[in-house]
């Protein structure tokens, strides 16, 4: 059983809203109220921020580690503040072939959204094709249990047909 708490408040211009409060932080504001009216509370739970914490000093050694490396398996270079300027975006660049964003998690799961793909090919310059490089870490030692590349259907097609035939079909993956 849920307990409410209903508060009267009175409005700047005279007019009295009830607040009500449901113990699990569900709230709503009504009114306002008027003589013989009658109101419908709709108590709607609080969103509770998913945002991600600040890095710590462990997470950015691991994150430059780790964009290094990519652009190191590219041919290209690591950008400056890790694309956080205005004129060099993404994490890693090859100018001209590619740019891609790095990523790593601890969790089992990493949550991919079409934004997260459309904003690294919003950055992409003349003809290059955006990337996503994705790690899954062990949390206690920092260590690599899975690296993977996103890429857009149409790059991951002109890789296979044109991929020198000792690579096609092969599982093994290059790192790990």
């Known amino acids: 059983m849920a307990i409410l708490r209903v508060t009267p408040e009175l409005d700047p211009s005279g007019d ?12 709503d504001r009504i009114g306002p109220l008027r003589e013989g009216e009658e109101m419908i509370a709709l108590l709607e739970a609080p969103v509770v921020s998913q945002g991600a914490s600040p890095p710590n000093n ?22 400056p503040g890790s694309g956080s300027g205005s004129r060099a975006k993404g994490d890693v660049r090859k100018v001209g072939e590619y740019r891609g964003e790095s990523k790593f998690t601890f969790a089992g799961s990493y949550p991919l959204t079409r934004a997260t793909l459309e904003k690294i090919s919003a950055e992409c310059g003349e003809g290059e094709r955006p990337l ?45």
């Open 16 to 27: 009295v809203y009830l607040i009500v409060l449901s113990d699990n932080g569900a709230t």
């Open 58 to 79: 462990r997470t950015k050694r691991l994150s430059q580690k780790q964009e290094r490396r990519n652009a190191d398996l590219l041919g290209g270079r690591t950008q």
């Open 132 to 176: 996503l490089f994705l790690d899954y870490k062990n949390r206690d030692t920092g260590r690599t249990h899975g690296s993977y590349v996103v890429l857009h259907e149409t790059d991951f097609e002109r890789l296979v047909n044109h991929a020198p035939a000792d690579h096609q079909g092969s599982s093994k993956p290059k790192r790990g």
